[in-house]
């Protein structure tokens, strides 16, 4: 069984909002960063936010602004509020532990179009 299941991706035009989900289901998952990455056909995964143990959050300079992470320990659920959506982040979004990687979900699919 995947222990990342990424859920809350979908088609949103220009400027829209999507919040996404990530469900874990290992253990310890308040011990590791948890990060958010996007892959286009025919590119690497590249990052996109992080969020520390502590709850310190990084973002990739083109989505700072507009993406926000967050997680639920309790829960054991990571998030991305993506805010005024651009053509340029449609791609599958995945989460993992960057210091210790998990094998990779299935994604979810954003697209933004008009």
């Known amino acids: 069984q995947a222990q990342f299941v990424e859920s809350g991706g979908g088609l ?24 958010w990455y996007r892959q286009t056909p025919g590119n690497q995964r590249e990052w996109v936010a992080s969020i520390s143990r502590g709850g310190s959050t990084n973002h990739k300079d083109f989505v700072r602004g507009r993406f926000t992470i967050s997680k639920d320990n309790a ?40």
């Open 12 to 35: 949103v035009q220009p400027g829209g909002s999507l919040e996404l989900s990530c469900a874990y289901s290992g253990s310890s998952f308040n011990m590791f960063t948890m990060a």
């Open 75 to 114: 829960k054991k659920m990571g998030y991305l509020q993506m805010n005024s959506l651009k053509a340029e982040d449609t791609a599958v979004y995945y989460c993992n532990f960057p210091d210790s990687l998990r094998p990779w979900g299935q994604g979810t699919q954003v697209t933004v179009s008009s």
